[in-house]
């Protein structure tokens, strides 16, 4: 057993000696992310702000000679293995190692060799928080198999390898933002992300040197009818184009919008056109306040996204405006739900002496409803996936 105490990378070496004997040949961390602005954008071929968290999935590996890869988890406590057979299509693996069985997939499928590996993984990103433990996991075990291998995978092409291992292997379909963010994220810096073309701009985002923090708040709420409701969202996005005849909603410009919204016959659709189309201006207008330096304004920006998921697209639950509310009243800048919807996290961007403060304010505002506890982190933009030395 490990120490929770301990770091997740000595977490992930301790695991791998008691587990193998020996040390591993490295460890490489792959952080969570969390979105700053941009809330179902991606697959309307828009735009996002996420930024890599300080809480990290860390792989302590080593090769070994067989075409065979053996897995243990800290957070299970089980010991996986698989060979080629398993990796030979996709679905073989299930459960958690199949998170680890796709990369092997997809970087074979992409015609590289793959090393067989004995692989520890510890980690400190929530599961089920909306903070991208599947893609922390999937980057990890990436960078610890090219480096392994000596393999050559340029890092514009990585993120989409570990979307295509999640997306076919391990059957989850998710965009391209939450590889893209673990894998490519700086410290002191949001990723600008364009999901039509995946071109990407490093923005600074410098909390420290303007005195502020951004809370992330665990919900703790149960993810309601999240699979479905996520698919409607998208079939109305996709209806609301198809209407206005054009490829995505990214093509219809916020002055474009009372146009395009007399157009459409349905309520609904209309509403959900809304919030795609205001939500691109907004990552739009982030983007331009933080190259100006001007950290302190993206507050209302952050609120009017979250006023947007509430009323026009509906994805929030009384546990996360709660929290929202609690924060912006005990003097957040700013504060809105990030994720899919549903449950998951709030993030609010306060100032850096204030955590404590606004911490209370949101876990009394939860004992008053009788809501489960949040779990809270202060955060700062960290870096993406790399090898540890």
Known sequence: MTDPTRAVEDRAAAGFTTQYGGQAAGRWAAPGRV??????????????????????????????????????SELSGETITFGADDVAEAGRVTGWGAYVAGVVWALREAGHRVPGARLAIASDVPLGSGLSSSAALESAVLAALLDLGGLELPAELQPRLAQRAENVYVGAPTGIMDQSAVIRCCAGHALFLDCRDESVE??????????????????????????????????????????????????????????????????????????????????????????????????????????????????????????????????????????????????????????????????????????????????????????LP
């Open 202 to 387: 490093q923005i600074p985002f410098d909390l420290d040197a303007a005195g502020l923090a951004v809370l992330v708040i665990d919900s703790r709420a149960p993810h309601r009818h999240a699979d479905g409701e996520y698919a409607a969202r998208r079939r109305s996005c996709e209806a609301g184009a198809s209407a206005l005849g054009v490829p995505a909603l990214r093509d219809v410009g916020v002055d474009q919008l009372d146009t395009a919204l007399a157009q459409l016959d349905d309520e609904e659709t209309r509403r959900r056109v809304r919030h795609v189309v205001t939500e691109d201006q907004r990552v739009l207008d982030t983007v331009a306040l933080l190259r100006a330096a001007r950290v302190r304004d993206i507050g209302p920006l952050l609120t009017a996204s979250h006023v947007s998921m509430r009323d026009d697209f509906e994805i929030t639950v009384p546990e996360i405006d709660t929290a929202v509310e609690a924060a912006l009243a005990a003097g957040a800048l700013g504060a809105r739900m990030t994720g899919g919807g549903f449950g998951g996290c709030v993030l609010a961007l306060i100032e850096a002496d204030r955590a404590d403060e606004v911490t209370a304010a949101v876990e009394a505002a939860y004992a008053e409803r009788g809501f489960t506890a949040p779990g809270t982190v202060t955060v700062l933009p960290s870096p993406g996936a790399t090898r």
């Open 35 to 72: 979105n700053l602005i941009g809330e179902h954008t991606d697959y309307n071929e828009g735009f996002v702000l996420p930024f890599a968290l300080p809480l990290r999935t860390v792989v302590a590996a080593d090769r070994q000679d067989a075409e065979q890869w053996t897995v243990w």
